[in-house]
């Protein structure tokens, strides 16, 4: 009897570690929506749990279809050592990412290794008005130093720096090409960030700064013209905001609340 039970618990065991063994890559997907309050999924996940890839992309649409938001696939290496509560992660993407992270912490707190990201310009236009209309174009790259992220009830904390790299940026809306390049630093405490805008180089003149606080930003800045390209520019200046005279120049006032 005793031997009997012996066989059938090391059966179940062996059912139960092969079960884990392969487990779908597909079960990352729902996590993932869930994480992001439905505003990201994976598609076309392949492979397993432990060791799998897929693309990143927006909620479903109708018809169930998922468009891409960054380019290529990302493939994950996860060690089975997190169903301890010890987490050991790599995301390597040679189209989109400068090289793998990694994911290293337990269930409640994790640390992000430094990376870079690149962001397809054309994805801010499902931002709203006016970067729809303004339709921009050019090379977006979010980087960031090592990042200390700590699980809370209903929200993440975040302990870095972000910086996000927009390099000879265009739109439809001008004959100007590139306007300029710019950078948005994120200083991250907790669930908030300060963040500041400057430009690099370029016709349009951009610069403010700001908070962003639970999911919510506040901004307050200002666009411009560099000097000779005022009237070139003024069409789209004007979509941008209200004008404003500021020490003897008009500028666009960039406000968000």
Known sequence: MKRALLW?????LAVLLTVLAFLPASWLGPLV?????????????QGTLWNGSAF????????????????????WRLSPLVLFGQVD????????????????????????????????AA???????????????GTIRLAWNTL?????????AVQGRTVLSMSDMGSRMSPIRPLGSY??????????ADLSLRTVRGALLLSGSGMLRNGRLRFSGQASAAEGYEQTLGNMLNLLGQ???VNGKNIIALEFR
């Open 8 to 12: 059938l618990v090391l059966v179940l």
């Open 33 to 45: 929506e869930k994480q992001t309050g439905g505003r990201l999924t994976l598609g076309d996940a």
């Open 56 to 75: 990143v992309g927006g909620a479903p649409g109708e018809g169930g279809a998922v468009t891409p938001l960054l380019p290529g696939r990302f493939s």
């Open 89 to 120: 992660m790599e995301i390597a993407n040679p189209q989109a990412l400068a090289h793998p992270v990694r994911i290293d912490g337990n269930w409640s707190q994790w640390q992000v290794s430094s990376g870079e990201l690149l962001l397809p």
């Open 123 to 137: 994805g801010l236009a499902g931002l709203g008005a006016p970067l729809n209309t303004l339709a921009p174009t």
């Open 148 to 156: 200390d992220l700590l699980r809370q009830p209903n929200a993440v």
């Open 183 to 192: 950078e948005m630093a994120f200083d991250w405490r907790g669930s908030q």
């Open 243 to 245: 004008r404003r005279m």
